[in-house]
T-cell receptor
Framework: SQQGEEDPQALSIQEGENATMNCSYK?????LQWYRQNSGRGLVHLIL?????REKHSGRLRVTLDTSKKSSSLLITASRAADTASYFC????????FGQGTELSVKP | NAGVTQTPKFQVLKTGQSMTLQCAQD?????MSWYRQDPGMGLRLIHY???????DQGEVPNGYNVSRSTTEDFPLRLLSAAPSQTSVYFC???????????????FGEGSRLTVL
């Protein structure tokens, strides 16, 4: 069974809006990672947040981590059509285990 | 650096045939892994390696073999292909080996396999 679960499974927004995706996981972790996958391509690492961090920023990305609720969220601000992709969270359990992903569609 | 290179990009097999998906990385990464991606299933870990000579099973290892004779290469072998192995396969590597595979993963572009 997979460690992480993303919510929602699909999200459609207009350009300029913010997009929020959530990830819940099952066991204790020392970090959580977010990846992006453009259609037909390999995954690309976006951001890593450690278990002792509550929030982390990278450009238009903001990630939060709540270890008490075993959940994380990824916020993309001022979205662009080029942000259209699938987004995955991943947790290390000796090896990285991925969730099923959120498919984000940003309409121009 | 080429990063993570997978070959072939596309392959069609008949049921019962065997083949090897190749994966090579030029970043001197200790950790390498294979995932398969199916619609609605996300990525599932097949096998992984924390260093040369060391391999271990992931979530869905049945029907696949791996070996790690060098740091650079981590081939995935399908022993007797089945239609259920139709999927997109991704190889990934990271710096973190014996520390537990928790580092950032670098992915190849994928190998699309169809088993008829």
């Amino acid at each position: 069974s997979q460690q992480g679960e993303e919510d929602p499974q699909a999200l459609s927004i207009q350009e300029g809006e913010n997009a929020t995706m959530n990830c819940s996981y099952k066991t204790s972790i020392n970090n959580l990672q977010w990846y992006r996958q453009n259609s037909g391509r390999g995954l690309v690492h976006l951001i890593l947040i450690r278990s002792n961090e509550r929030e982390k920023h990278s450009g238009r990305l903001r990630v939060t981590l709540d270890t008490s609720k075993k959940s994380s969220s990824l916020l993309i601000t001022a979205s662009r059509a080029a942000d259209t992709a699938s987004y995955f969270c991943a947790t290390p359990l000796g090896k990285l285990i991925f969730g099923q992903g959120t498919e984000l569609s940003v309409k121009p | 650096n080429a990063g993570v290179t997978q070959t072939p990009k596309f392959q069609v097999l008949k049921t019962g045939q065997s083949m090897t998906l190749q994966c090579a990385q030029d970043m001197n990464h200790e950790y390498m892994s294979w995932y398969r991606q199916d619609p609605g299933m996300g990525l599932r870990l097949i096998h992984y390696s924390v260093g040369a000579g060391i391999t271990d099973q992931g979530e869905v290892p049945n029907g696949y073999n791996v070996s790690r004779s060098t740091t650079e290469d981590f081939p995935l072998r399908l022993l007797s292909a089945a239609p259920s192995q139709t999927s997109v396969y991704f190889c990934a590597s990271s710096y973190s080996g014996r520390t537990g595979g928790g580092g950032e993963l670098f992915f190849g572009e994928g190998s699309r396999l169809t088993v008829l």
